[in-house]
């Protein structure tokens, strides 16, 4: 008789290394491509600051090492500094997901902070080409200075090129960001999911990456809880109501993974791939992306 040793169960700690919260549904761009569909009319939801707190907490007993915050436009959110500053009590790293699109000067001190680091969409070294894809005017001279700056002042900046329009300038805009000094660089297709998902379709899981819920969760402006944004209609509890272990050891969390479909033809990420730190790529750049996040 053989004896086929069993694999150890995995934990609810084994199943949490990041943790997105998307703490707002606002934004001023309204970018044509948005996953989240946000923009100037969206909303901070029902989760309070108290609640994020609740939820960062739970996310660093489960083995959690990274917050991301995203949106909308993390910064609108009226307690944004006090969530950074929280995390970061916590020992968490934290990443602002911003469109850089304004930035008061006494925010960059706290983007500065040992452990913060920021994220940003670009889209094109042509301003006309970029605001076509943001739907707001003067975006790109903005969020082009605010890149600049970071890099200035030494904080740890990755973009992420989404293609978008036909024959945009992809490749023009990475040469640009290099020049601004921006080192981590990564490229996606536009995923058909939110704003992109033509009128009446529902998402379709294939638009995924294959690593949603695989070391990550998300948590939407709602409470609810999901295997990453992008796979925001997937819904595994509310994490205003439970608890964020008993959702990961939850039969809906469960069920939700088992939707997500494997990578294409099998592939399997690079193991030293961390694609919510590494500019939601793989190397080598303009692969198909292991983690489209969150452009």
Same mark, same amino acid.
Request: glycine share 8%; charged share 20%.
């Given at each position: 008789?053989?004896?086929?040793?069993?694999?150890?169960?995995?934990?609810?700690?084994?199943?949490?290394?990041?943790?997105?919260?998307?703490?707002?549904?606002?934004?001023?761009?309204?970018?044509?491509?948005?996953?989240?569909?946000? &923009?100037?009319?969206?909303?901070?939801?029902?989760? *309070?600051?108290?609640?994020? @707190?609740? #939820?960062?907490?739970? %996310? +660093?007993?489960?083995?959690?090492?990274?917050?991301?915050?995203?949106?909308?436009?993390?910064?609108?959110?009226?307690?944004?500094?006090?969530?950074?500053?929280?995390?970061?009590?916590?020992?968490?790293?934290?990443?602002?997901?911003?469109?850089?699109?304004?930035?008061?000067?006494?925010?960059?001190?706290?983007?500065?902070?040992?452990?913060?680091?920021?994220?940003?969409?670009?889209?094109?070294?042509?301003?006309?080409?970029?605001?076509?894809?943001?739907?707001?005017?003067?975006?790109?001279?903005?969020?082009?200075?605010?890149?600049?700056?970071?890099?200035?002042?030494?904080?740890?900046?990755?973009?992420?090129?989404?293609?978008?329009?036909?024959?945009?300038?992809?490749?023009?805009?990475?040469?640009?960001?290099?020049?601004? &000094?921006?080192?981590?660089?990564?490229?996606?297709? *536009?995923?058909?999911?939110? @704003?992109? #998902?033509?009128?009446? %379709? +529902?998402?379709?899981?294939?638009?995924?990456?294959?690593?949603?819920?695989?070391?990550?969760?998300?948590?939407?402006?709602?409470?609810?809880?999901?295997?990453?944004?992008?796979?925001?209609?997937?819904?595994?509890?509310?994490?205003?109501?439970?608890?964020?272990?008993?959702?990961?050891?939850?039969?809906?969390?469960?069920?939700?993974?088992?939707?997500?479909?494997?990578?294409?033809?099998?592939?399997?990420?690079?193991?030293?791939?961390?694609?919510?730190?590494?500019?939601?790529?793989?190397?080598?750049?303009?692969?198909?992306?292991?983690?489209?996040?969150?452009?």
């Amino acid at each position: 008789m053989t004896i086929v040793a069993e694999e150890p169960a995995s934990t609810t700690q084994d199943k949490l290394r990041v943790v997105a919260l998307e703490i707002t549904g606002a934004c001023q761009l309204q970018c044509t491509q948005c996953f989240a569909q946000s &923009g100037p009319d969206g909303t901070h939801g029902a989760m *309070t600051a108290v609640d994020w @707190r609740r #939820v960062m907490g739970d %996310a +660093a007993k489960l083995g959690a090492r990274e917050v991301q915050f995203i949106g909308g436009e993390p910064t609108v959110h009226p307690a944004w500094v006090e969530l950074v500053e929280y995390a970061l009590s916590l020992g968490l790293v934290v990443e602002v997901y911003s469109n850089l699109f304004h930035i008061k000067a006494a925010w960059w001190d706290v983007l500065s902070r040992p452990g913060v680091r920021l994220a940003t969409s670009y889209y094109s070294d042509s301003a006309e080409e970029h605001e076509t894809i943001t739907t707001r005017q003067g975006s790109y001279a903005r969020t082009r200075a605010n890149i600049a700056e970071a890099v200035q002042r030494g904080i740890p900046v990755r973009a992420g090129i989404v293609r978008v329009l036909p024959g945009q300038r992809v490749q023009e805009a990475r040469v640009e960001l290099e020049a601004l &000094g921006v080192t981590s660089i990564r490229t996606d297709r *536009t995923r058909h999911i939110g @704003r992109a #998902v033509p009128a009446a %379709a +529902a998402p379709k899981p294939e638009e995924l990456c294959g690593r949603c819920g695989q070391g990550q969760a998300a948590v939407l402006p709602s409470g609810d809880v999901a295997p990453c944004v992008m796979s925001r209609w997937m819904t595994t509890g509310n994490a205003r109501t439970q608890p964020l272990a008993k959702i990961l050891d939850g039969d809906r969390w469960e069920r939700a993974l088992h939707e997500v479909p494997a990578r294409a033809g099998a592939d399997p990420c690079d193991p030293q791939c961390n694609p919510a730190s590494d500019g939601s790529d793989c190397a080598p750049a303009e692969q198909t992306a292991c983690d489209p996040a969150y452009e």
